[in-house]
Nanobody, 123 residues
Framework: QVQLVESGGGLMQAGGSLRLSCAAS????????MGWFRQAPGKEPEFVAI???????NYADSVKGRFTISRDNAKTTWYLQMNSLKPEDTSVYYC?????????????????WGQGAQVTVSS
């Protein structure tokens, strides 16, 4: 059974930092692209950051320079380091996985999803 499990969310003041983790299990993710998305109340899900199996990355303009996607050497855990947090970053954050190396940024492109982690940034 494929599982993506996020952890590391919480409450932070504006300007602070948080790191989200996504532990993947249940199958080999060799060749997969991993992404982070977020959804605020009443809004559509939006792309945040993605990393291909080969290590290429792409970021949404709203987080570029503040957020960093990375992974461990075993390529089974992915991270989203979030610095200089803003109140508008408040959302439920989801990690997702898709087969293939394309840096797809659309929700429908992803096959597997985590349960979500709440990030709340206070002003």
């Amino acid at each position: 059974q494929v599982q993506l499990v996020e952890s590391g969310g919480g409450l932070m003041q504006a300007g602070g930092s948080l790191r989200l983790s996504c532990a993947a299990s249940g199958r080999s993710f060799s060749g997969y692209t991993m992404g982070w998305f977020r959804q605020a109340p009443g809004k559509e899900p939006e792309f945040v950051a993605i990393m291909s199996w080969t290590g290429r990355t792409n970021y949404a303009d709203s987080v570029k320079g503040r957020f960093t996607i990375s992974r461990d050497n075993a390529k089974t855990t992915w991270y989203l380091q979030m610095n200089s947090l803003k109140p508008e970053d408040t959302s439920v954050y989801y990690c997702a996985a898709r087969s293939g190396s394309a840096l797809a940024s659309t929700v429908s492109s992803y096959d597997y999803w985590g349960q979500g982690a709440q990030v709340t940034v206070s002003s």
